[in-house]
């Protein structure tokens, strides 16, 4: 029997990706929305694999529906991706932010150990509960210092998977990824709003890029190759948490010149400082420490910023051929 995988979150960019691995592995997979009536699936559709998974209308805040979907498939592996994901947007929804995050996943933990079931859950957690670790590379043991609503509320996430695992035996697990980035991120993402008005520019030379704070300094990898690491915690004979990313930090400058340079573009001459756009808090230095993924799960990145921002750069001006 193949095995059954049950995606929480699969209309996004990582449910996506995640969907299409685990199918090539021979897997069932369930994949939830909030509303699966009025959702798109356009990220499922885009990947071409639409009409192999099964979709529900699951809310991690309402426990009898967390409990239905369980009893009706019985996964045999829980990827929780769902959630209110932007860190900006997080400052002005907080508590939306916390509920969708951390009571979610508090939701889902008991569901699991009230039915008593075998599941093995990874959590998406996120390299933001660190803060600034004044240069420091981040390992699964670096204490958090979280700087946003939406970091508070994953960092709440990471220790209620870990008491579920101590306390009950579960096996449970936290991936604490940093940024990963594809042609499915959303556009309000900063990544995603660089190589998208970059494009326009190059196509008809219209429009500013407006960005915050350019000193900011991140790990960005491809997320098709992180979904690969989320499964990988799942196969092991231990549930532990780890960190995912490719061990490389350079700043939003940096990114913003590689997206132009990839457009033969001089970022300088199309990119305006606005002051709006900075966060109450941010985190000046995001730096990770990757090592024990690579011995443990034998996963470390391919791919690292400047082959993100070209593989983005190409899928956008291929989009834009077929409008
Ligand atoms: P996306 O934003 O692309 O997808 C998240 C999904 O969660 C959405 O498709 C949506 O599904 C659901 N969702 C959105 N808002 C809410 C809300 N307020 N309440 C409940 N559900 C909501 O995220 P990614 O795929 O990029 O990330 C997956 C997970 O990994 C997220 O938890 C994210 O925080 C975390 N993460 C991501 C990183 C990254 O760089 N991408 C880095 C570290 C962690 P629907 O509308 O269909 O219900």
């Known amino acids: 029997m193949n095995k059954k995988a049950l ?32 959702a798109s699936f356009s990220n499922l ?24 979907v369980f009893k009706k498939h019985r996964p045999d592996e829980v990827y929780n991706l769902a959630g209110q994901s932007s860190v900006g947007l997080s ?14 996943v508090l939701n889902l933990l008991e569901a ?38 939406y ?21 449970a697990c936290s991936g604490l990824l940093f940024n990963h980035e594809s042609p499915l991120r959303p556009k309000r993402f900063v990544t995603k709003k660089i190589v998208r008005a ?22 960005w990898g491809w997320a098709p190759e992180y979904v690969k690491a989320m499964w990988a915690m799942l196969q092991q004979e231990e549930p532990e948490d ?26 300088r001459d199309h990119v305006e400082y606005n002051p709006d756009l900075k966060r109450p808090a941010d985190i000046d230095i995001s730096i990770a420490n990757p090592v024990k993924a690579e011995k443990k799960l034998k996963w470390k990145a391919l791919y690292c910023m400047r082959d993100v921002t070209r593989m983005m750069v190409e899928a956008e001006q291929a989009g834009k051929k077929k409008q």
């Open 112 to 149: 699991i150990r009230f039915m008593d079931l075998p599941i093995r859950l990874y959590n998406a957690g996120s390299s933001e509960c660190f803060g600034n670790t004044d240069g420091r590379a981040a390992t699964d043991k670096t204490p958090f210092h979280p700087r946003s609503p």
């Open 242 to 267: 780890y960190v995912i990313a490719t061990g490389q930090t350079n700043s939003l400058q940096d990114f913003v010149e590689a997206v132009f340079s990839n457009l033969g573009l001089n970022w």
């Open 45 to 68: 559709i885009h990947l071409g694999v639409r009409d192999r998974v099964q979709v529900e209308s699951v809310s991690l805040n309402d426990f009898r529906s967390v409990i239905q």
């Open 151 to 171: 970091a508070v509320a994953k960092a709440a996430a990471f220790w209620q998977v870990a008491n579920y695992r101590e306390a009950y035996g579960m096996f």
């Open 7 to 38: 995606i929480i979150g699969i209309t996004g960019q990582d449910g996506s990706y995640l969907a299409d691995f685990l199918l090539d592995k021979g897997y069932q997979v369930v994949g939830t929305s909030r509303d699966a009536s009025l």
């Open 198 to 219: 970059a494009c326009q520019i190059a196509a008809d030379g219209s429009g500013v890029l407006k960005l915050g704070n350019l000193s900011v300094q991140r790990d």
């Open 91 to 104: 400052f002005e929804q907080p508590v939306e932010t916390f509920e969708s995050i951390s009571i979610a």
